[in-house]
Structures are given as C-alpha cells and as structure tokens.
C-alpha cells in the first residue's frame, strides 16, 4: 500500500483533546529562556514545547512574551497550551525551580558539559536553560547549574540556533524520560 499523509481530521484524533490538558501527565520539565532576543524563537520554543508537552516555560530578562503577534506567527496557539511565566531577573525563576525540587541543567558548552544523551531519568525533573542567541546562557547562570549538557557539532559552526537546540535536547529528554520507566504510552499518555 502507497504511504499517504494523514488528514487533519485523523490528525487531530491522534492529539490531546484541548479540554484534558489539567489531567495529562506533562514531561517533568520547564525552560528557562535566559534573555532569547528572538520574538520567532520564543515563539518556535511554544510550539516544540506543547509538542513535548512540557510542564511549563520561564521567559526571564529581556525575553519577549505573550501576548505578541510574532510570538503567536510560529507558537500557533502554543501559548495557550503550555503555563508560562515572566520574570525580571532568571535568579528568581531558578529559584522558584530549586523549590520545586527541579534539578538545573544549562544547554551550553561548558567545561564540564556532557551530551545531551547522557542525562538520566533520575536527573527529573529538570528546568533547562536556554541561552541568548548569541551570547549563549548567562556565566551567572551557568555557575548556578547542577550540570550543562550540550549538542555534540561536527562541522564547522560552534552553535545551533537556540530553538533548534532546544527542540533537540527537548525530545532526547522526553525520550530518556519515557524510556526510563516513566510509566508513557509511545505516545506520551499514561496508559488507560
């Protein structure tokens, strides 16, 4: 049989019904947006957010937030979707995650960062910083971090941009999560 794409009506009956977003189990991670400039990035992070189905996003210092129209351009919705809060300064959004028992992982190249494949279920839950797009997450952030974690280059670039690395170290954790015994379906759902 040819391969053929899904309609949006088969589309939709695969996804979680909007009015079930309070009782799914959500991936144990927030981001923390570290001064992301990029209004298209954050709103890009929305969206590959609510495809993970994180817990939540922290947009701190400079980083726009809703409600903005080139936010909602590549969010579609996402912002809807997925809690969200400001805060002025990230300190104090790494501290309401400190409190909430969140481990602290920077996605940076550090002196002692590991692949973004080697975090361990029982690292969860985990808030993970993104830095600015250019100069990358805050020193005073890093020297606060449990750990960094990077994405391995091998060309010649040094970086990803943030959204794009976001989106992988996103879906590596949510598959060391669901790997790790965390008790989802393939698709992400606790079993009936």
């Known amino acids: ?23 799914a ?25 609510d495809g993970a189905f994180v817990s939540g996003l922290y947009l701190c210092g400079f980083t726009p937030h809703p ?12 912002t809807h979707t997925i809690p969200w809060k400001y ?5 104090d959004a790494v501290a309401e995650a400190r409190a909430a028992g969140m481990r602290i992982f920077v996605l940076e190249q550090t002196t ?3 692949s973004y494949d080697r975090i361990s279920p029982s690292d969860f839950p985990i808030c993970l910083v993104v830095g600015n797009e250019i100069t990358g997450v805050s020193d005073e952030l890093v020297a606060e971090a449990d750990g960094a ?11 990803l941009n943030a959204a794009v690395a976001y989106g992988i170290a996103i879906f590596e954790l949510l598959k060391i999560w669901k790997v790790g015994g965390a008790g989802l379906t393939p698709e992400g759902r606790t079993p009936s």
């Open 87 to 91: 805060f002025r300064h990230a300190a």
């Open 67 to 78: 409600p903005r129209k080139e936010i909602e351009k590549t969010a579609l919705g996402a």
């Open 112 to 114: 002692g960062s590991v």
């Open 25 to 49: 189990p959500r991936l144990p991670v927030v981001a923390l947006l570290d001064n992301v400039r990029s209004l298209y990035n954050v709103g890009s992070i929305f969206r590959t957010s």
């Open 1 to 23: 049989m040819p391969l053929r794409k899904l309609t949006h009506e088969e589309l939709s009956g695969l996804r979680l019904d909007p009015g079930r977003l309070d009782q």
């Open 149 to 159: 974690i990077d994405i391995p280059m091998h060309g010649t670039k040094q970086s």
